[in-house]
């Protein structure tokens, strides 16, 4: 084995967030693809289940740290330990909804942890030297929200659109992302950052729109859509993100920012109809389940479309969506039908107690 296969087969990476939706998807997409041993550093907020990592119990490449990005005395011990080659930054509040009730968690992690981690990283890498310090990246995962609200007729958002971001938890990103252009630019440390837009598939809590959808369709519950619902979101397949980040990670230009679509532009009346459709398919029931769908007062500050020009990470990387909608989809559906369990297990408590607080005062429009 080479000197450089071996550092990168010894060397794990540092991904935080990982028993989050996407993290998850990563961590799981990382054993199957890569040598590297990977560390996953998680706070187990409500959006945080370990039960996504089950299956590496005994995968001796895998360690799972339980703590919380904003720790940084923790953070300092983490890098020490482990020396890792590169950190993949997931760890976030990520719900919009949430971040309208309730801002605070959002600044606390998405900005004040994205410092602390910014500045561990820093830190190590000032420790580093020769091989080992030139192979050091910091690649954190951003949002395509932080560019605002796009009109029918206008371009797609691409790396050089302005920031316009307009919900707090689009806020607590855009600030994130400009720390870490500032930390690259100032402190000269490795940084990348994606954009990506809205992700879908295996593992996404069901406060989102698409498992939501398939989780109170099933339960026989209305099916909220927000305001007229023509609203449009880019849905990009949850694997061919994570395929995206790899090669981002191996081989992005230091400094630069790569937007990440899935090229399909969807509205969500029309998604919410195409699951129903699928169940309909999939899960018979009595009535189509179309029927569940209510009208239900708008998000404030609700952004009308978002769609993602990739041509950046397609021309300098090679990468494409390998997914298209209604494949992505079906697939979706069908792992939440196979997975009723896993649904019922993370609508606990808490769970319940959001869906009341975030529901229970919309008005319903006839
Ligand atoms: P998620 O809410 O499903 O998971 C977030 C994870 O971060 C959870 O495991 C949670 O426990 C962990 N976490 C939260 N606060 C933490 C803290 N202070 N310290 C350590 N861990 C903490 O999120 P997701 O949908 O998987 O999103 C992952 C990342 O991708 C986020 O940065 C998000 O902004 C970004 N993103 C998501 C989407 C999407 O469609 N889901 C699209 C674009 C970008
Ligand atoms: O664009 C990327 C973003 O996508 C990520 O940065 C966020 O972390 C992620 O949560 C997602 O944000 P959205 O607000 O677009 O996703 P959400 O699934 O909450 O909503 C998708 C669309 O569906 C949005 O227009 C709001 C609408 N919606 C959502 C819910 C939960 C409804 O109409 N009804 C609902 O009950």
């Given at each position: 084995m080479s000197s450089s296969a071996e550092f990168v087969a010894s060397s794990p990476i540092l991904v935080t967030g990982g028993c989050g939706f996407i993290g998850a998807n990563f961590v799981l997409d990382w054993m199957r693809h890569e040598t590297s041993p990977l560390v996953n550093l998680d706070a187990l907020t409500y959006a945080g289940n370990p039960e996504n990592l089950a299956a590496l119990a005994d995968e001796p490449r895998y360690t799972f740290v339980h703590g919380d990005i904003t720790d940084s005395e923790l953070l300092r011990e983490l890098f020490a330990r482990h020396r890792p080659r590169a950190v993949v930054h997931f760890a976030a509040e990520s719900h919009v909804d949430r971040s309208i009730h309730g801002p605070d968690a959002f600044l606390r992690t998405n900005i004040d942890g994205t410092f602390r981690l910014l500045q561990a990283a820093r830190e190590h890498y000032a420790s580093l030297e020769g091989e080992v310090r030139a192979a050091f990246r910091f690649l954190h995962v951003s949002t395509d929200e932080v560019y605002g609200t796009l009109e029918p007729e206008d371009a797609?958002?691409?790396?050089?659109?302005?920031?316009?971001?307009?919900?707090?938890?689009?806020?607590?990103?855009?600030?994130?992302?400009?720390?870490?252009?500032?930390?690259?630019?100032?402190?000269?440390?490795?940084?990348?950052?994606?954009?990506?837009?809205?992700?879908?598939?295996?593992?996404?809590?069901?406060?989102?729109?698409?498992?939501?959808?398939?989780?109170?369709?099933?339960?026989?519950?209305?099916?909220?859509?927000?305001?007229?619902?023509?609203?449009?979101r880019d849905w990009l397949f949850v694997e061919d993100h994570c395929t995206a980040i790899r090669r981002v990670l191996s081989s992005g230009r230091l400094g630069e920012t790569y937007n990440i679509g899935g090229n399909n532009q969807r509205a969500n009346l029309d998604v919410v109809k195409t699951i129903c459709s699928l169940l309909d398919e999939l899960r018979p029931g009595a009535k189509p389940?179309?029927?569940?769908?209510?009208?239900?007062?708008?998000?404030?500050?609700?952004?009308?479309?978002?769609?993602?020009?990739?041509?950046?990470?397609?021309r300098e990387l090679g990468w494409q969506p390998a997914h298209t909608f209604p494949t992505g989809l079906r697939a979706t559906v069908e792992w939440y039908l196979a997975n009723a369990a896993w649904i019922e297990n993370v609508m606990s408590g808490e769970y319940l107690h959001w869906i009341e607080r975030n529901y229970a005062g919309r008005e319903v429009k006839a």
């Open positions: 797609a958002f691409s790396e050089t659109t302005p920031y316009a971001p307009n919900s707090p938890y689009a806020a607590s990103k855009a600030s994130s992302d400009l720390l870490v252009r500032a930390w690259h630019h100032t402190y000269a440390l490795p940084t990348l950052i994606t954009n990506c837009s809205n992700n879908y598939g295996q593992y996404q809590f069901p406060e989102k729109l698409i498992p939501l959808t398939i989780a109170n369709a099933l339960a026989g519950k209305p099916l909220p859509v927000y305001g007229d619902g023509q609203q449009v389940y179309a029927e569940q769908i209510r009208f239900v007062e708008d998000r404030p500050g609700h952004d009308r479309r978002y769609a993602i020009d990739a041509t950046k990470i397609e």
